[in-house]
């Protein structure tokens, strides 16, 4: 009997099955290239890093950095996009909060209250990021370093990162005291309370020495979001609060 064409079938597998495996193997010298430059430009300028330590540090060659980055600059801004594409993942609760604002009405019955409901969802879920996260420490003095000494990753972590973010609690705060969008008083609170979760990230050292933790685990990650949440219930209930210039 003529035997069958089934060998042909076997050998498509096994050609996917090596592409699958070229993929992953691809993807992982990517990620241990873009781990290794979150924590070399963290601790040192962008001039200050070459790509050869960069290339020493990922384990990799001068040419497969290359390959995947181009030059140091495009590495740099794939570190940037890399850390604005890992908030995004972790923080959905800014996408709620913003479909919030335009649902609500400023005359509702509660309408404040719901906006302070939503404003802790989203400042819990930073917090959760930024403070309890073990992933958010790799790239922490990457983040400070251009906060301190803008590079060429300071556009993208602005436009994708700070300035949304920065704007969306100005405008829920502002909702909160019933003002316009664009109240200078309700951005300054929203870069104060931003802020001062940058205290517990990139001045982790100092934080925990004056706290007295050995490190941040949910207990203590619980006592940071109770003082969060209360700052957010004093909004619109204290008299102090200035009004912006006319």
Known sequence: ??????????????????????????????????????????????????????????GVSLPTLQYYFGDKEGLYRACAETIVERYRRHTGAAAQAARALNEQVLSDDGAAEATRAQLKALIRALAGFLVGSTEAERWAHFVARELRDPGPAFEILYENLWRPGVEIVARLIARILGRPQSDPAARI????????????????????????WPSIGPKELAMVLASLDAQIDAIGRNPAVPDGPS
Do not use: C, W
């Open 1 to 58: 009997m003529p035997k069958t064409a089934a060998p042909k079938k076997n050998k498509t597998t096994k050609l996917r099955a090596a592409a699958s495996a070229g993929y992953r193997k691809g993807d992982e010298t990517r990620q241990r290239i873009l781990d290794a430059a979150l924590k070399a430009f963290g601790e040192a300028s962008f001039k200050a890093v070459t790509t050869r330590r960069l290339a020493e540090a990922a």
């Open 189 to 212: 609170q929203a870069l104060l309370l931003i802020s001062s979760l940058l205290a517990f990230q990139s001045g982790r050292s100092i934080s925990l020495r004056t706290m007295h």
